[in-house]
Nanobody, 130 residues
């Protein structure tokens, strides 16, 4: 059975760091892409970054490039999102999602690609104070 479980959110001051974790397992796909999306109140869920488990390829939306890093520990079925230099506009519920890796990463986790994701976790709140 497929499972996606996030953890690691919290409250941090602007300029601070947080690391989110996503344990994702039980998929029947030949290859899997794991993505992080976020959703602020009143806004659409938007893609942030994603990684292909087999190749290790990554994609980032422009707003987080140079600040966020996605990585995968395949032995532990865990994907991490290291978030540095956090800004108040990063405040959102962060969701981990999984999808078959059958198209280019920007088409899986580009900014408004939530419909491409097959499995979602429950979300974890990240709040950045100014």
């Amino acid at each position: 059975e497929a499972q996606v479980v996030e953890s690691g959110g919290g409250l941090v001051q602007a300029g601070g760091s947080l690391r989110l974790s996503c344990v994702a397992s039980g998929f029947t796909f030949d290859d899997v892409a794991i993505a992080w999306f976020r959703q602020a109140p009143g806004k659409e869920r938007e893609g942030v970054t994603c990684i292909s488990r087999t190749e290790g390829s990554t994609y980032y939306v422009d707003s987080v490039k140079g600040r966020f890093t996605i990585s995968s520990d395949n032995a532990e079925n865990t994907v991490y999102l290291q978030m540095n230099d956090l800004k108040p506009e990063d405040t959102a519920v962060y969701y981990c999602g999984a999808s078959e890796y059958d198209k280019p990463l920007p088409e899986l986790c580009g900014r408004y690609r939530a419909d491409e994701i097959d499995y979602w976790g429950q979300g974890t709140q990240v709040t950045v104070s100014s």
